[in-house]
């Protein structure tokens, strides 16, 4: 184990930004989750420019990694670049790359462990759920400065859970079958006990007094083992925000990104209260009507003791944000934001759409893997 009370917080650029994506590899046979994660790797000729491609836990999962980037231009290129390579290989070996935040009719128990010391840990560890966490989720890093500011902008940014969920929802399918929720991953997520909400600790001391706890009654080896809806990641120097769904788009994952920034940049300049034991008592209610509503989501709000609607507040809360998305340079991506929340047609709601339309969920699964290979929106001028 490490020495949790020597860890120190790398310092970064404010607001760098960082994306990670996981994605479903599918058999161009009959669109269903294939075993082929770890051949692709093997075969991938790749120089890394536009940043990292890695296994996850199953075999029907990859991980792409963009480059520490400051801007959500830069972002956008990345992860166009990497959705490109893997179109392109997946292609050549007969597999399709596809989007959202479940597969709508695989089976988890035909599922398969990748190889690695980490990934045959968390099998032992977790039993059956490491196979049901063949989900897919977007991470998004934010820069700071101190770990103080870290475990700050942690507590901020765990107000804004339902926000990021309900932008990100695309996972409505599980077992073939429509859940009623807009997204059904993160109930996978919620197995986990290290899941949820950070506790309340004041400060980056107070946080590694947190950690050396959980390592010394053998809780966590790690920071790797906190499942928590944000999180700071200090050998990154960032807060991590782990709730989204991975969409359908790399457009989609961009706007997300640019979303987490302005936030970011807004709370750490206004630096408006923030209690987060007052915020543990509605976090997980606030999460859930996220997940089972999205749009249509009514949230607690402790302070005031009132509920608010999610599908009015979530487009003033983008128009408060347009001056931090001017000084950013991510107007455009704010106000395509605004619109999707101003209409409630998210990804989740484009799949049952679609589903319908199909008839069946592996034509979906078909069509959402080709709208995920199409040209980026945001594709940087040659």
């Known amino acids: 184990m490490s020495d949790l009370s020597r860890m120190t917080f790398t310092s970064s650029r404010p607001l760098t930004l960082g994306v990670e994506l ?7 046979r009959d669109y269903d989750l294939t075993r082929a994660a770890t051949d692709l790797l093997a075969g991938l000729r790749y120089d890394d420019r536009f940043g990292e491609v890695k296994l996850e836990i199953t075999e029907s999962m990859i991980e792409v990694n963009s ?27 007969n597999i399709a790359i596809c989007g959202g935040g479940t597969h709508p009719f695989h089976h988890w ?18 039993g059956y759920l490491s196979k049901q966490f063949t989900v897919f989720g977007q991470h998004i890093h934010i820069g700071v400065t101190s770990g103080d500011d870290a475990i700050w902008l942690t507590h901020a940014l765990n107000g804004y859970v339902p926000h990021f969920v309900a932008l990100s929802a695309s996972s409505p399918f599980l077992d073939a079958t429509d859940t009623g929720f807009e997204s059904a991953r993160l109930n996978a997520v919620s197995a986990f006990p290290l899941s949820g ?14 950690m050396a706890l959980l390592q010394s009654c053998g809780v966590a080896e790690s920071i790797k083992d906190l499942y928590w809806d944000v999180r700071p990641k200090p050998e990154f120097g960032t807060v991590e925000v782990r709730v989204c769904d991975t969409p359908l788009t790399v457009d989609r994952a ?12 807004y709370l750490l300049r206004e630096r408006p209260p923030v209690v ?11 999460k859930f009507q996220a997940c ?10 402790p302070i005031r003791r009132r509920t608010e609607p999610l599908g009015e507040t979530l487009p003033a809360l983008i128009d408060t944000l347009a001056g931090d998305a001017d000084a950013l340079g991510c107007g455009r991506q704010m106000e395509n934001l605004k619109l999707l929340a101003e209409s409630r047609y998210g990804d989740a709601a484009w799949l049952r759409a679609t589903a319908r339309a199909a008839g069946n969920l592996h034509d979906l699964t078909r069509a959402a893997a080709q709208r995920f290979a199409q040209p980026s929106f945001y594709r940087p001028h040659a």
Do not use: K
Not at 292 to 301: H, K, M, N, P, V
């Open 292 to 301: 089972r509503f999205g749009f249509a989501a009514e949230l607690a709000d």
């Open 22 to 28: 996981e994605l479903q590899l599918v058999s161009l």
């Open 197 to 210: 909400q950070a506790p309340d600790v004041a400060d980056w001391t107070a946080f590694l007094d947190h």
């Open 67 to 93: 480059r520490p980037r400051q801007d959500v231009t830069a972002i956008a290129a990345d992860l166009e670049g990497l959705r490109d390579v893997l179109v392109t290989h997946c292609r050549r070996n």
């Open 109 to 126: 128990p035909e599922r398969r462990i990748c190889p690695g010391e980490r990934f045959a840990m968390l099998n032992e560890r977790y």
């Open 254 to 265: 961009t706007e997300l990104a640019a979303f987490a920034q302005c936030l970011s940049r």
């Open 276 to 286: 987060p034991a007052m915020q543990a008592l509605v976090a997980r209610y606030n």
